[in-house]
Nanobody
Framework: QLKLVESGGGLVQPGGSLRLSCVAS????????IGWFRQITEKEREGVSC????????PYADSVKGRFTISRDAAKRTVYLEMSNLRPEDTAIYYC??????????????????WGQGTQVTVSS
């Protein structure tokens, strides 16, 4: 059974950078797209970005375009979210999730079946 674990969150000043990691474990023959989402308490979970199984499709939310970069290392079974020029409004719990999908990806919460536990990102001076 596929399991996802996020890491890399923390406290950073505005304008700073962080790299989040999402490591997949557990045997599976299914091809997965991976998405990054974030949630502020009592608000809906927001799609940030996703990456297709082959890494060719990487859409971003408008709020993070030009600041965040998603990538995947198949050998390490890891997907990264590089975040730069962070703003206080980026503060949230960040989750990665997997969707069984051969081509493309979407940042709709309902598309994803397996979720990590989340990692807190706080942007504050």
């Amino acid at each position: 059974q596929l399991k996802l674990v996020e890491s890399g969150g923390g406290l950073v000043q505005p304008g700073g950078s962080l790299r989040l990691s999402c490591v997949a474990s557990g045997f599976t023959s299914t091809t997965y797209a991976i998405g990054w989402f974030r949630q502020i308490t009592e608000k809906e979970r927001e799609g940030v970005s996703c990456i297709s199984a082959q890494g060719r499709w990487t859409p971003y939310a408008d709020s993070v375009k030009g600041r965040f970069t998603i990538s995947r290392d198949a050998a390490k079974r890891t997907v990264y979210l590089e975040m730069s020029n962070l703003r206080p409004e980026d503060t949230a719990i960040y989750y990665c999730a997997a969707a069984a999908r051969v081509v493309g990806c979407m940042t709709d919460v309902g598309e994803y079946d397996v979720w990590g536990q989340g990692t807190q990102v706080t942007v504050s001076s």
